[in-house]
């Protein structure tokens, strides 16, 4: 660790109080995706206070930007940073003094420790601006967990002109302290599906006057995990999971429609149109073959989230140099859910690591994300606010 990133890493910790207290504010005020207005607002007011300029970007983000005044012995780069803000539609259930203050309302996911470190990161980064020459741009990203923000924040040129991106999610099966930085995928893609089946009712007891749309709708249900064990390689990973049926307005009719719901997740972009273009044929010539016709409608909400080489190995310079080579995991089994930090990448090559927030000794911080009792074990959040400082302090000055 070199003298200027031991003197970061003292500001930090000196400032952890600080995002702690933060990080408590906004898990008692949590906010849905495309609602997060306070959020929004009290990010601003941080920003505000060290001097940061911002706009608002996706209704109810935020973008800012952090200009270095080093000196300019190369040519100026920009990197992006981002942090999601969205909470989730969960009740919490633990006895905290920082518990959500709305019900049905919680930050499950450690998007409130995203945030909070984020901000950190901006002040430590507004007070050392003489450290680096170039720009970091600071993007508190709505909506993560609808598959929105992400998309929108691209289409309306958040990325455009940056150079690398840089996103941290924390991690309830890592122990606090370690950080995981992979090269290649990290998440899968997310894609939602809707399949109506049209048939043609009947009485029950004179099923060839009628088509049948349940039992169509049944056949497309087994024959979709055909596309999985017999289309797919069995060395690929693909999930076709439908999660909701319904079908039918009565016991003694044949069923006149039928609305199946699912998703898809796969790992490349390859398998991704693969997987959309042979589940739209199988639904089409299941129905056609019982006589009934099909629609198939399609969101894709994120595309998969693989990190690129050669910031992955930036980021794990900075980490080693950090914290050090035993505190990093190379390698871990990608997950088959999603986060719309995959957006940013493709626009811009970039990584997105996981910190650990895994305490032995507090229980609630060793329960999955999205459940009820969830909690981060706070030291977590010294670590993210260090990786994005010095990760963009090095990147900037061609340091990684």
């Not at 012995?73 to 003094?97: F, G, M, S, Y």
């Not at 039918?248 to 609305?259: D, H, I, L």
């Not at 898809?264 to 149109?273: A, F, I, K, Q, S």
Request: charged share 20%.
């Amino acid at each position: 660790m070199t003298e200027q990133e031991k003197d970061l890493l003292q500001q930090v910790r000196e400032d952890h109080g600080y995002i702690v207290g933060l990080r408590r504010y906004f898990h008692r005020h949590p906010e849905l995706g495309r609602e997060e207005y306070g959020t929004q607002q009290r990010i601003e007011q941080e920003l505000d206070a060290i001097g940061v300029a911002h706009r608002r970007y996706a209704d109810t983000g935020v973008v800012a930007e952090i200009t270095g005044t080093g000196a300019a012995d190369q040519p100026a780069k920009t990197i992006l940073l981002r942090a999601d803000i969205d909470a989730l539609p969960v009740t919490e259930e633990n006895d905290c003094p920082y518990k959500s203050t709305i019900p049905g309302k919680m930050h499950a996911c450690g998007h409130d420790a995203h945030t909070a470190s984020l901000i950190g990161a901006a002040r430590i980064l507004a007070k050392n601006r003489d450290l680096f020459h170039g720009t970091v741009r600071l993007v508190f990203q709505p909506a993560e967990e609808i598959g929105y923000g992400g998309q929108t924040m691209v289409a309306e040129g958040v990325a455009d002109g940056a150079d690398r991106t840089f996103g941290i999610h924390i991690g309830s099966d890592i122990p606090v302290g370690k950080v995981v930085i992979m090269e290649g995928p990290n998440n899968a893609s997310v894609d939602w599906f809707r399949i109506k089946v049209h048939g043609l009712g009947a009485h029950v007891s004179t099923p060839q006057h009628g088509i049948d749309a349940a039992y169509i709708a049944s056949q497309i249900v087994v024959g979709a995990q055909a596309l999985v064990t017999r289309r797919t390689s069995p060395m690929d990973n693909v999930l076709i999971g439908i999660g909701k049926v319904t079908a039918g307005t009565a016991y003694n009719v044949v069923a006149q429609e039928a609305e199946l719901e699912g998703t898809v997740r796969v790992l490349t972009p390859e398998l991704r149109r693969q997987v959309h273009e042979e589940l739209d044929r199988l639904c089409r010539l299941t129905a056609e073959s019982y006589g009934g016709t099909v629609e198939t409608e399609w969101k894709n909400y994120t595309a998969p989230l693989i990190n690129d080489a050669a910031a992955t190995l930036e980021a794990q310079k900075v980490m080693t140099s950090l914290f050090g080579a035993e505190n990093m995991i190379t390698s871990r089994r990608p997950a088959l859910s999603g986060d719309d930090m995959a957006e940013f990448i493709n626009k811009v090559p970039g990584v997105y690591c996981y910190v650990g927030s895994r305490s032995e000794t507090d229980p609630n911080t060793q329960v999955a994300q999205h459940n009820s009792h969830f909690d981060v074990d706070e030291n977590c959040m010294t670590v993210q606010v260090a990786l994005y400082a010095d990760y963009a302090v090095r990147f900037l000055e061609g340091q990684v």
